[in-house]
């Protein structure tokens, strides 16, 4: 039982974009409400996106609001995905991210990293010109 990165990650200008996508292994994804963190040089690792398990609940989707309007969460369930796609990207943004996943009874907060099971093995992100 895994979370892995499937792809994504890399080295872009500022104003561009890149996508990141996780694939689960060994368990199914739709009992999973599943989340996107990050960290930069020297900071502390910070939720960026949330996507519940219950897509009609009416937080099925959150956003930092430092990206919001910016990046983008979505989910497959039938693929097993997560993928989160980041545009008008800035220096701020620059860090690893990592892909994580939560049991759908979970209660803590979305942006508590201690409440997820899973957790992919990150990838970089650097946005430099």
């Known amino acids: 039982q895994v979370l892995y990165v499937e792809s994504g990650g890399g080295l872009v200008q500022p104003g561009g974009s890149l996508s990141v996508s996780c694939r689960a292994s060994g368990f199914n994804l739709y009992d999973y409400s599943v989340a996107w963190f990050r960290q930069g040089p020297g900071k502390e690792l910070e939720g960026v996106s949330y996507s519940s398990h219950n897509s009609a609940a009416a937080d099925s989707t959150v956003y930092a609001s430092s990206v919001k309007g910016r990046f983008t969460i979505s989910r497959d369930n039938v693929k097993h995905t997560v993928t989160l796609q980041m545009n008008n990207l800035n220096a701020a943004d620059t860090g690893t991210y990592y892909c994580?996943?939560?049991?759908?009874?979970?209660?803590?907060?979305?942006?508590?990293?201690?409440?997820?099971?899973?957790w992919g093995q990150g990838t970089q992100v650097t946005v430099s010109s």
């Open positions: 994580a996943a939560r049991w759908r009874g979970a209660q803590a907060p979305w942006d508590h990293r201690v409440s997820y099971d899973y």
